[in-house]
């Protein structure tokens, strides 16, 4: 069985990298109710004063979300299924896992992790392959896991761009 997340990467990363309390923050007062420190301590505080978290008025399910907040970009989404040489169109994924999970290069950013096509072993940054599906690599982006593609309502995103301002949304499927 898989599941499907969707990802909100804001366009303005420079405003939010470093702000993900904030964030966190200032989407709980609009009705988005992340898995975060900070929403911890808000909704603490209304349980003390007996009050209900705000409400954005949209109907919508998932396991879990939240925002992540990193120093290096992120690949969004993390799963990637179709990925190839842009030289030659050999496929690349698996050199593609290798180079992101390997532990010597930490210290390089996932897009400028260089991969060896094995069809015509061109040395190509991760970020200039081809991908079959859009991604991005970013330091900040809110997440929701386990969501209902059919269920999940566009009108969420209306909301969390008056918050963060425009976005890119991304949709993953991992088995």
């Known amino acids: 069985m898989g599941e499907t997340s969707v990802y909100y990467v804001p366009r303005n990363q420079r405003h939010w990298a470093g702000r993900a309390d904030d964030l966190a923050s200032d989407l709980f007062h609009a009705g988005i109710i992340l898995s975060h420190k900070r ?21 919508y399910s998932f396991a879990s979300c ?6 290096e970009p992120l690949p969004v989404p993390h799963h990637v299924y179709d990925v190839s040489c842009p030289s ?9 896992y290798g180079v992101w999970s390997a532990p010597g290069l930490s210290e390089i ?19 200039k392959l081809r991908y079959g599906e859009p991604i991005t690599f970013a330091k900040v982006f809110l997440w929701f896991s386990d969501v209902d593609h059919d269920d999940w ?6 909301i969390i761009e008056k918050v963060v301002g425009p976005c890119d949304e991304f949709w993953e499927w991992s088995t």
């Open 88 to 96: 030659c169109g050999e496929e690349v994924v698996e050199q593609v």
């Open 39 to 59: 929403v911890d301590a808000l909704m603490a505080e209304l349980n003390t004063r007996n009050e209900v978290p705000p409400d954005c008025g949209i109907e």
């Open 153 to 158: 309502s566009p009108d969420l995103r209306e």
């Open 66 to 71: 939240g925002v992540t907040d990193e120093v």
């Open 109 to 127: 950013p996932f897009s400028d992790r260089e991969v060896v096509c094995p069809g015509c072993k061109s040395p190509i940054p991760a970020g």
